[in-house]
């Protein structure tokens, strides 16, 4: 074969790569989600999830499809999760509920976009070079809700002025997790108060806490930010109620289902922005250039049923305070 022939052999074959490629692609690009929460408590966020979308330009069902997996507060499932939704294959693959999800996308893929919802540091993760310029096939959403530990102890003193033996509660078993109760006992010894940490990785272990709880009552407890906790919320909020405690717990889908009071950031709005990274992505952008994003919104929610049935009076300076009021 002469060189000129083997060249232009080549090249015509170079050209028509892309072209089977693209033949190769679905009609309708397929977005990933993969939470470690459960379906039915997440219901809320995958709603603003396709808000974001709508913004960018997409609709699950007009030009765009959805394939939900979510682990039920289970770590050990999200492996398979991710690389079954990564062998689909999909477009992009959008991540909610925490850093294990996250974690267990980007193991599972170096190439197909992934776009977080996460509570701690994405940097101190390893899930991103840095919070302005991601690098890599990661960007997403950081709610910080790892550091909020310490503005919720204190809320909850305020609540509790005369309250000695505090009690807090987290997921030592996630990154989150470990860094709020570290986050707790500083706070704690700031204030000069006392507190007891409980761990709970499971149901079962739930049930343990509030079981010692229940021998060795606490003045106030501070529930911290954990997906087991999301897909446990009816459950966790009836252990609390029946033990008479009061507490705080991370979002406000706890306060509005009967916890006392909450404090968060807007968590909705960040899986909107999700939605709208996910759309910016399907329509080119290069996750490495899109920046981390973090909360400007925070919102202190009070349950004035809750407190009325646990003989709390709330201080007129907290309730001036809140954003929302339940009655």
């Not at 507060?73 to 999760?81: S, T």
């Not at 108060?193 to 739930?206: H, N």
């Not at 705080?248 to 939605?275: C, E, H, K, N, V």
Request: proline share 6%; glycine share 8%; no cysteine.
């Amino acid at each position: 074969m002469r060189r000129r022939d083997f060249v232009t052999l080549v090249g015509g074959a170079a050209a028509a790569w892309p072209l089977a490629a693209r033949a190769q692609q679905p009609a309708t690009p397929v977005i990933g989600f993969l939470s470690v929460r459960s379906a039915v408590d997440s219901a809320r966020l995958v709603a603003a999830f396709g808000k974001g979308l709508e913004e960018a330009g997409f609709s699950e069902g007009r030009n765009l499809a959805i394939d939900h997996r979510f682990a039920d507060g289970r770590l050990d499932r999200l492996p398979e999760l991710a690389a079954d939704l990564v062998r689909r294959p999909v477009a992009v693959l959008v991540t909610a509920g925490g850093a294990p999800s996250a974690i267990a996308a980007k193991r599972a893929t170096p190439n197909i976009p992934i776009v977080f919802v996460i509570g701690n540091d994405p940097v101190a993760a390893g899930l991103v070079a840095s919070l302005s310029h991601p690098g890599g096939n990661v960007t997403g959403m950081t709610i910080i809700s790892q550091d909020l530990a310490p503005k919720r102890l204190g809320l909850l003193r305020e609540l509790t002025p005369n309250a000695t033996r505090f009690a807090g509660l987290a997921n030592l078993k996630t990154p989150e997790g470990q860094v709020q109760a570290s986050n707790m006992k500083a706070a704690a010894q700031a204030l000069g108060l006392k507190l007891r940490m409980f761990e709970a990785s499971d149901e079962k272990e739930i049930d343990s806490v509030f079981a010692t709880l229940a021998k060795d009552k606490a003045d106030a407890l501070l529930v911290g930010a954990d997906a087991l906790f999301d897909v446990h919320r009816d459950k966790l909020i009836a252990l609390v109620a029946a033990a008479a405690i009061p507490a705080i717990y991370q979002f406000r889908d706890f306060t509005t289902a009967g916890g006392l009071m909450s404090y968060d950031p807007d968590i909705a709005d960040a899986y909107r922005q999700a939605g709208v990274y996910a759309g910016k992505i399907l329509k080119g952008a290069l996750p490495s250039d899109l920046p981390i994003q973090q909360p400007t919104k925070f919102q202190l929610v009070i349950n004035l049923k809750t407190a009325k049935d646990l003989g709390l009076e709330i201080p007129p300076t907290l309730l001036a305070r809140a954003d929302e009021v339940i009655e």
